[in-house]
C-alpha cells in the first residue's frame, strides 16, 4: 500500500483525500506496488522562501518542491520512501487564477509534476 501524508494549514482548502487518491492511482500507474510512502507539504510563501534558500541558494518563489530523503521524512518505517513534494499554496492559488483553472485542478497538475521527478524523471535540457 502507498500511504500518502498530507501536511497543510487547515485554511488551505484542498481535499487531502483526493490529493492522496491521486498519488496513489499515479504511482501504482508508474509500477510502484511495495508497500511506500510520500509526504505533501503545503506550505506558505515565507516557508517556500526559506528552502528555496536552503536548497536552492536562490530567492525565488517557487510553487512546488520534491526532495527524495528530505530531512523531514525521518520516521522509522519497513516502507519504501519514496519523497516528499512541497506546494507553496498561496502560489498556486495566484496561478490557478491566472491560468483560468481551479486551485484543486492546479495542485494535482503540480503534484504530478513532482512525483515524476520523485521517480526520476526531469526536465529536458
Aim: with cysteine; aromatic share 8%.
Amino acid at each position: 500500500m502507498i500511504d500518502v501524508k498530507i501536511a497543510k494549514q487547515s485554511n488551505y482548502p484542498i481535499s487531502a483525500v483526493k490529493v492522496k487518491s491521486f498519488l496513489r492511482k499515479f504511482f501504482i500507474e508508474h509500477g510502484i506496488v511495495s508497500d511506500s510512502e510520500v509526504i505533501v507539504s503545503f506550505v506558505n510563501e515565507k516557508e517556500m522562501q526559506i528552502l528555496a534558500k536552503k536548497y536552492y541558494k536562490d530567492t525565488k518563489l517557487h510553487n512546488v518542491f520534491s526532495f527524495v530523503n528530505s530531512e523531514s521524512m525521518k520516521f522509522p518505517s519497513d516502507k519504501i520512501n519514496l519523497g516528499e513534494i512541497v506546494v507553496c499554496f498561496p502560489v498556486v492559488v495566484k496561478e490557478a487564477s491566472m491560468e483560468n483553472k481551479l486551485i484543486e485542478e492546479k495542485v494535482l497538475e503540480l503534484v504530478e509534476h513532482s512525483a515524476l521527478h520523485l521517480l526520476g524523471v526531469h526536465h529536458l535540457e
